[in-house]
């Protein structure tokens, strides 16, 4: 870990070197993707049947699995204020792995709880909120943008996920499938950041953004924090809290209907095949939404993309409702997708223009602690109301509610001020 080979390849770079950190970021996130959800939910029929469990059984596991790896995100994030990026990322890239090779190996209800617990704990938490991290580390004025290229290239390669691992379970099974994945993530990302990963510019001598001009925006000087916050001082601000329950109830909401995609589409008509197809659509319309967030993020107050975003995502909630069968996807892809785009510009900058770089691994740590927990929640209750209704216009009429409401408390999540954290 100690390693001089990452810093010979640094110094001897004639650009910036964040550049380099933008693709490790990148590929951070993407190998996220054995804890997460829409590449889970592939194997959930091969599980169902090797293990013959029910669908409460399973959802039940995935639902405990998920609120307990949700709890050590804050520590995780803390740990990797205190050690670096770096030093964090050889362990958990090593645990996502191991988890890998252990759900490949499981024989029972147990074994397959502890095996979500693992790979959501280290794959879809710990991995992801770390990669999130790598770039405010380098970017300030330009992050918005920076984060934008990343979420373009991710969505793009995440698109393709269901489908490969599907072809590839078809062709060696799913016990193998996983055995490939965890091999992948380590052979490729241990490498990675052996080699090429800094954690700071101040490292190899150079300077934030490569010490570019300011851009000359309002909206970005303005959310530039004066003092790093503490988490507890963070907590003391009403933008914390506001963005918080945000990324909570979004986890929660975006999980359940990814979770309940097929059987909402097929209710209003379509195909499966249509209703698997949207994901790949949808991943394609994001990834040209996020760069477009990203600039955004840059140029106006992060307030205000709260505000769109959440609003943008209770309307895509609504077309489920009220659009007819034939033009739902287009429709429903179209503005969820221009929404994840100001979410993810959102996401990627406001936590470190509010509360600074200091202390972002525990203060994001406990935002991801909230989202892993909401991920977990979401799907159930959305199963819990279609078990009592019969449908899920219930659920899809409260979630486009809550949305709503939260995207008007949106617009008072300002920059928080030092003084209103004393």
């Known amino acids: 870990m100690n390693s001089k080979n990452n810093l010979w390849f640094a110094k001897r770079t004639n650009f910036y070197y964040g550049w380099i950190i933008l693709p490790i970021s990148t590929l951070a996130a993407f190998f996220t993707s054995p804890g997460q959800t829409y590449m889970v939910s592939v194997f959930n029929p091969s599980l169902r049947d090797t293990l013959g469990l029910s669908l409460s059984q399973l959802t039940g596991a995935y639902m405990l699995g998920t609120v307990l790896a949700s709890l050590p995100q804050s520590y995780i994030g803390q740990w990797a204020d205190r050690i670096g990026i770096r030093k964090m990322l050889f362990l958990i890239i090593s645990l996502v792995s191991l988890a890998c090779v252990f759900i490949s190996q499981v024989n029972s209800l147990p074994m397959l709880f502890f095996a979500f617990l693992f790979l959501r704990m280290f794959g879809q938490g710990a991995l992801e909120l770390l990669s999130v991290n790598m770039l405010p580390m380098w970017f300030r004025n330009r992050l918005g943008t920076v984060s934008g290229i990343k979420n373009v290239a991710l969505n793009l390669m995440i698109g393709l996920v269901p489908v490969g691992i599907l072809a590839l379970i078809g062709l060696v099974g799913w016990r193998t499938t996983y055995l490939l994945a965890g091999a992948t993530v380590f052979t490729v990302l241990m490498p990675l950041v052996y080699f090429f990963y800094i954690n700071r510019p101040e490292e190899i001598g150079q300077k934030i953004d490569g010490d570019s001009p300011i851009i000359t925006s309002r909206s970005v000087v303005g959310t530039l924090p004066d003092n790093e916050f503490t988490l507890k001082e963070a907590m003391r601000t009403r933008a914390y809290w506001i ?67 959440l609003a943008l995502y209770s309307l895509a909630v609504g077309t489920l409702i009220y659009v007819p069968g034939g033009s739902v996807v287009l429709v429903y892809t179209l503005i969820l997708g221009s929404a994840h785009g100001l979410f993810g510009g959102l996401g990627n900058t406001v936590w470190v223009r509010y509360f ?67």
């Open 243 to 309: 963005l918080t329950l945000a990324w909570f109830a979004w986890a929660a909401i975006a999980t359940a209907i990814t979770f309940n995609l097929l059987p909402i589409f097929t209710a209003k008509g379509l195909t499966e095949q249509q209703a698997a197809a949207s994901f790949t659509i949808l991943m394609v319309v994001s990834a040209i939404f996020q760069i477009i967030g990203g600039v955004i993020a840059d140029r106006v107050q992060l307030r205000w993309m709260a505000f769109g975003a």
């Open 356 to 422: 600074g770089r200091q202390h972002l691994g525990k203060i994001r740590g406990s935002v991801w602690t909230a989202a892993v927990a909401g991920s977990s929640i979401g799907p159930f209750l959305m199963g819990v109301s279609y078990d009592q209704s019969g449908n899920f216009f219930i659920s899809l009429f409260t979630i486009a509610v809550i949305l709503f409401g939260l995207s008007i408390a949106g617009l008072w999540a300002t920059p928080p001020r030092r003084e209103e954290s004393t």
